[in-house]
């Protein structure tokens, strides 16, 4: 699937805020990746809005972490 350039700028801008918002201590490795994919599988299903992509990703953050400790 191909994104526009504004969408791929919207969804770093995503990843950045929600990874911003995870405590240092929850921070684990392959985080940021996992809530990557999260973002892409959003945006792959029609969600484009900067908003809403930073409420999908965080929304999971919790099911992620726990998932990769």
């Known amino acids: 699937m191909q994104y526009s350039s504004e969408l791929i ?38 969600q484009t809005s900067y908003d809403g992509l930073v409420t999908s990703a965080s929304s999971q953050i919790q099911q992620i972490i726990a998932m990769l400790t």
Do not use: N, Y
């Open 9 to 46: 700028q919207t969804m770093r801008q995503a990843l950045e805020t929600v990874m911003a918002s995870v405590p240092a201590d929850q921070s684990v490795f392959g985080l940021k990746a996992a809530v990557a994919e999260c973002i892409l599988r959003a945006a792959a299903h029609g």
